[in-house]
């Protein structure tokens, strides 16, 4: 939902802290900030929680038995450690190649020819972390950064916003 949040804020400059969105809420926001008070909807005050300590467990494929440990994932050495900051794990993606069209034509033709095995970038929140864990494996990346027909954004009276718009753009 922060994306959301980030984008009504972006396109009608209020924000709204609470879940769901929704219209009258966005509404209720912007009657506040054209009447010259704090644009913002949502819980006067955020509860205090403690948060558990994490609990870690090392899998059998990686020398563990399965059971749950307070000490963090380590590996020594190796091109994925990150040097320099202790043993910290650092998580690569795998090889893949990578085309970044200007058309959403361009774009449809390289998913065609390229098969199954390829994936659209768009911001890539889920599908680069699902690489990077092994749990996603294209072997083609189509970006579509580039695609300008996919970045819209209107604020007539009737917020549009796009596929391809980012929060960065319309500041």
Known sequence: MPAIANAVYDA??????EVPITPSKVLRALNKKAAGRDARTGPGDFPEIEWPQAIF????????????????????????AHHGQGDLIMMRLPP?????????????????EEGPEARLLAGGTALLPGMKRGQ????????????????????????????????????
Do not use: M, W
């Open 136 to 171: 996603q494996q294209p072997k083609t990346l189509v970006s579509l950064r580039r695609i300008e027909s996919l970045r819209q954004f209107s604020n007539g009276s009737g917020l549009t916003l796009g596929a391809g718009t980012d929060a960065d753009r319309h500041r």
């Open 57 to 80: 467990v090392l899998p059998p494929d990686e020398g563990g038995d399965g059971k749950a440990s307070n000490k963090p994932r380590t590996q020594t050495g190796g091109e994925d």
């Open 12 to 17: 009608v400059g209020v924000r709204i802290d």
């Open 96 to 112: 893949f190649r990578f085309y970044s069209p200007a058309s959403i034509s361009e774009a449809a033709k390289i998913l065609a």
